[in-house]
Nanobody, 113 residues
């Protein structure tokens, strides 16, 4: 199983980005997915998660601004990020939870003017 995250970049405060995480292998539809982030000097934290049935949960700091979704036909999970703030700056990682956890390589998101 491999996870390939993409979509990060530099964006101004108030802007938007959409992250994608494409998963190889056949277990995607049977697995819960999540996005985490890690800022310099901080611990990795949960941003959003989505179950196999599409139920989503969010970290308090992103509620109302970020939306997680999944497309089982494309083996891909997305993170739509709106109203971005400088404190959202971090490396974002996708995670697949099956009988074990698999992590993507991370994609850098920088929010700065």
């Amino acid at each position: 199983v491999q996870l390939q995250a993409s979509g990060g970049g530099l964006v101004q405060p108030g802007g938007s980005l959409r992250l994608s995480c494409a998963v190889s292998g056949s277990i995607f539809s049977r697995s819960d997915m999540a996005w985490y982030r890690q800022a310099p000097g901080k611990q990795r934290e949960l941003v959003a998660g989505i179950t196999t049935l599409g139920t989503a949960n969010y970290g308090d700091s992103v509620k109302g601004r970020f939306t997680i979704s999944r497309d089982n036909a494309k083996n891909t999970v997305y993170l739509q990020m709106n109203s971005l703030k400088p404190e959202d700056t971090a490396v974002y990682y996708c995670k697949l939870a099956s009988y074990r956890a698999y992590w993507g390589q991370g994609t850098q998101v920088t929010v700065s003017s």
